[in-house]
T-cell receptor
């Protein structure tokens, strides 16, 4: 069993839809939870990070962490074609920029 | 501009021909890492370095070497490439000190390697 599981999709939604992306994990030592966005032919870029459990909102994006269920989510409201990318969840046991464990990535396509 | 650069961006080579992929960062980051990205497997760490002359294996180190002689550079070396090393490779760097905030990893643009 992988430490981090993510549905690879692909996921296709119409513009304006609410998108839900999810990851589950098995290592209870994970404390930092990240979402990276990767556009085609580019490197991943940090979109959001959350420490421990709870919600974090940034514009149209909301990240949720439920440590009791070992489950994290990224919600995108009012999705736009520019949101079309691969979204990778990542987790770390420390805040020191060290080892990250990534999910497989979910490919999202938002159709106009 | 703060960035991580990789060269080459694309490389096609043959089995057994030694190659080096360079990685350089201009952010004075202590931590540097190499990942490979394969369909269905996500990003997997190959090697990482926490400072000059300090390197360690990640999850998939077989067939790879690295060195960290300078803080800014972290080359990835394939002494005898094989077809199963055909992949998309990313270099990343970050700060490495205690903080109340997460120390973000910055990724390079990627190197697509094909080994025939």
């Amino acid at each position: 069993q992988k430490e981090v599981e993510q549905d690879p999709g692909p996921l296709s939604v119409p513009e304006g839809a609410i998108v839900s992306l999810n990851c589950t994990y098995s290592n209870s030592a994970f404390q930092y939870f990240m979402w990276y966005r990767q556009y085609s032919r580019k490197g991943p870029e940090l979109l959001m990070y959350t420490y421990s459990s709870g919600n974090k909102e940034d514009g149209r994006f909301t990240a949720q962490v439920d440590k009791s269920s070992k489950y994290i989510s990224l919600f995108i409201r009012d999705s736009q074609p520019s949101d079309s990318a691969t979204y990778l969840c990542a987790m770390s046991a420390t805040n020191q920029g060290g080892k990250l464990i990534f999910g497989q990535g979910t490919e999202l396509s938002v159709k106009p | 501009e703060a960035q991580v650069t990789q060269n080459p961006r694309y490389l096609i080579t043959v089995t057994g021909k030694k190659l080096t992929v360079t990685c350089s960062q201009n952010m004075n980051h202590e931590y540097m890492s190499w990942y490979r990205q394969d369909p269905g497997l996500g990003l997997r760490q190959i090697y990482y370095s926490m400072n000059v002359e300090v390197t360690d294996k990640g999850d998939v180190p077989e067939g790879y070497k690295v060195s960290r002689k300078e803080k800014r550079n972290f080359p990835l070396i394939l002494e005898s490439p094989s077809p199963n090393q055909t992949s998309l490779y990313f270099c990343a760097s970050s700060l490495l000190r205690g903080s109340s905030s997460y120390n973000e990893q910055f990724f390079g643009p990627g190197t697509r390697l094909t080994v025939l």
